[in-house]
Nanobody, 123 residues
Framework: VQLQASGGGLVQAGGSLRLSCAASGRTFSRNAMGWFRQASGKEREFVAVISWSGGSKYYADSVKGRFTISRDNAKNTVSLQMNSLKPEDTAVYYC?????????????????WGQGTEVTVSS
């Protein structure tokens, strides 16, 4: 089982990036999928999660209104559209598959993790 995250890069403040995560080895159509991030010297933090059907989404307060999570179960992918990026969004972003079908925000509820993609927002 593998989660492959991509789409990170260097962007100026106010810019946009779209992260993608492709799953292989098994389907995650019955699992919630989430994005987390970890800035240098800080703990991993929750960013966004989407339920198995895509009908429920939940965001960290710090990204609400700027980031949008989506999924395509037919393609076994999950995406994170990031707009109005700020320097404080700089981090390594990880996609993860939850053990649950419904919304979960704590890392311990996730049992598969991607390798991370780095996002750097310059001021």
């Amino acid at each position: 089982v593998q989660l492959q995250a991509s789409g990170g890069g260097l962007v100026q403040a106010g810019g946009s990036l779209r992260l993608s995560c492709a799953a292989s080895g098994r389907t995650f159509s019955r699992n919630a999928m989430g994005w987390f991030r970890q800035a240098s010297g800080k703990e991993r933090e929750f960013v966004a999660v989407i339920s198995w059907s895509g009908g429920s989404k939940y965001y960290a307060d710090s990204v609400k209104g700027r980031f949008t999570i989506s999924r395509d179960n037919a393609k076994n992918t999950v995406s994170l559209q990031m707009n109005s990026l700020k320097p404080e969004d700089t981090a390594v972003y990880y996609c993860a598959a939850s053990k649950l079908a419904v919304i979960a925000t704590t890392p311990t509820n996730y049992h598969y993790w991607g390798q991370g993609t780095e996002v750097t927002v310059s001021s």
